[in-house]
T-cell receptor, first 111, second 112 residues
Framework: NAGVTQTPKFQVLKTGQSMTLQCAQD?????MSWYRQDPGMGLRLIHY???????DQGEVPNGYNVSRSTTEDFPLRLLSAAPSQTSVYFC??????????FGNGTRLTVT | KQEVTQIPAALSVPEGENLVLNCSFT??????LQWFRQDPGKGLTSLLL?????REQTSGRLNASLDKSSGRSTLYIAASQPGDSATYLC???????????FGTGTRLQVFP
């Protein structure tokens, strides 16, 4: 049972480039979400989904897009990377009122 | 706007001590509260989840309490061990949502 899998683990982008962070879970969880973690600011919610075909914005959605075509996958797209998007990105999933399960994160640097 | 605060930001204790980590939140209308552990370079691992109707949850040497009216939760770690060294985060879920609002964490070091 792999849980929540995030790829890649590390990524360096130049300003203006686009990329997709991948997230997959094998627990049949309805709820999936993306957070970013920055020093001194805790984790902040970017986007979330309560099921396939349904997505909504979190606290800091600007510059990011998401889609949920299947229950298992919830990719996060950076449209035009900016240095302010340098961060560690975490994907998480849960079912109902169960605890949130997190992936190991993607460390992104934008130069 | 819900805000979550954790004090202290860092804590260093000798092995064997019982310790308490604090979490406070500004809006008592929460759905649940979760405590997580994060090891360096890793994701978060859920330790305890307390529903808004509950007062406490226990798992092994960990006990978490919730006082909604005062906007506080504590994580009690009994007989601390070096393996407990990690950052501990609390997060609240506003009423009827799955969103989590996180505190900035307490970095715990337990030395032998």
């Amino acid at each position: 049972n792999a849980g929540v899998t995030q790829t890649p683990k590390f990524q360096v982008l130049k300003t203006g480039q686009s990329m997709t962070l991948q997230c997959a879970q094998d627990m049949n969880h309805e709820y999936m979400s993306w957070y970013r973690q920055d020093p001194g600011m805790g984790l902040r919610l970017i986007h979330y989904s309560v099921g396939a075909g349904i997505t909504d914005q979190g606290e800091v959605p600007n510059g990011y897009n998401v889609s949920r075509s299947t229950t298992e996958d919830f990719p996060l797209r950076l449209l035009s990377a900016a240095p302010s998007q340098t961060s560690v990105y975490f994907c998480a999933s849960s079912y109902g009122v169960s605890p949130l399960h997190f992936g190991n994160g993607t460390r992104l640097t934008v130069t | 706007k819900q805000e979550v605060t954790q004090i202290p930001a860092a804590l260093s204790v000798p092995e064997g001590e019982n310790l308490v980590l604090n979490c406070s939140f500004t809006d008592s209308a929460i759905y649940n509260l979760q405590w997580f552990r994060q090891d360096p370079g890793k994701g978060l691992t859920s330790l305890l989840l307390i529903q808004s109707s509950q007062r406490e949850q226990t798992s092994g040497r960990l006990n978490a309490s919730l006082d909604k009216s005062s906007g506080r939760s504590t994580l009690y770690i009994a007989a601390s061990q070096p393996g407990d060294s990690a950052t501990y985060l609390c997060a609240v879920s506003p009423h009827n949502t799955d969103k989590l609002i996180f505190g900035t964490g307490t970095r715990l070091q337990v030395f032998p």
